[in-house]
Nanobody
Framework: QVEFVESGGGLVQPGGSLRLSCVASGRIMSIWAMGWYRQAPGKQRELVAIISGGITHYADSVKGRITISRDNAKNTVYLQMNSLKPEDTAVYYC???????????????WGQGTQVTVSS
């Protein structure tokens, strides 16, 4: 019902920057929230940042270094990551909370993930 195209991941040195992008498409009627989660090896998936109605929320570990933004017209969410640290290494998953043509209820949908590796 919802397809994702995620891009922007890769290998970066500590202190560097990356910008992740995610385009959501498919049988979407409306999107309530968009965001990013991440999962490091051996750890649970955790929230990085989320944006809904212009209001943003960040995990404490990324505040001041990461900025989330959204283009509603394009169903696209961005994650600008600066001052990256080795502990930011993880698979980053795009997230939307949306209603679709098939199901009117708000549901969570996840992208396939993009790898971010911070290493010298």
């Amino acid at each position: 019902q919802v397809e994702f195209v995620e891009s922007g991941g890769g290998l970066v040195q500590p202190g560097g920057s990356l910008r992740l992008s995610c385009v959501a498409s498919g049988r979407i009627m409306s999107i309530w929230a968009m965001g990013w989660y991440r999962q490091a090896p051996g750890k649970q998936r955790e929230l990085v940042a989320i944006i809904s109605g212009g209001i943003t929320h960040y995990a404490d570990s990324v505040k001041g270094r990461i900025t989330i933004s959204r283009d509603n017209a394009k169903n696209t969410v961005y994650l600008q990551m600066n001052s990256l640290k080795p502990e930011d290494t993880a698979v980053y998953y795009c997230y939307v909370n949306a209603r679709t043509v098939v199901d009117d209820a708000l549901k969570n949908y996840w992208g396939q993930g993009t790898q971010v590796t911070v290493s010298s």
